[in-house]
């Protein structure tokens, strides 16, 4: 295996990964052990880092580090359930979903910016890796999305595949599979 350290082949080498689950506003602990550890001072720059579901919006915030922790904790302090999405009780009688999960593709918009997505392709360059996971909902099996060649891609539209992978690793499937008959 290479080691980036001295660039020479060994048998082993030692990578910081941080696989970051998800759990819904549960997820929300997740990002209070990582501030802690961040403030402790011991916290390393992960070579890997993944997330899926509430721990896909934590990651990249977690893979670019320093002051990018103290944003995403504030952000997780600050919210509530209306902040990711919102009911309407009068679809029920018809029409597309009850809940609207608007607010929380607003948030992404917001928090996921160009110069994030500039970050994320250094970071990327360094050999640095940020992976997603999100379901293929047709054969129920995970997708995994290599986020930082999308964000060093410099192809138009991808600040946009980038937040709508973490909107989609967020959504609840049978959310997708009606917003998925709705198009057909």
Known sequence: MWNKADHTESDTV??????????GSHGAYGIGLIDGWYHRGDMPAFDVVTGI?????????VFLGNSHIDHISKLYTQID???????NFFKI???????????LKSMLEQNITPEILDEVAAEYRKGRRLYIGTLNIDTGHLVVWDMGAIAASGRPGSLDLYRNIIYASCAMPCWI??????LT
């Open 81 to 87: 359930t209306s902040d990711i999405y919102h009911y």
């Open 53 to 61: 579901s509430t721990g896909s919006i934590i990651s990249t915030f």
């Open 14 to 23: 030692d990578y910081n990964i941080m696989a970051i689950s998800g759990g």
């Open 177 to 182: 599979i009606k917003q998925i008959r709705n």
């Open 93 to 103: 009688f018809g029409g597309s979903s009850i809940t609207s999960t608007r607010p």
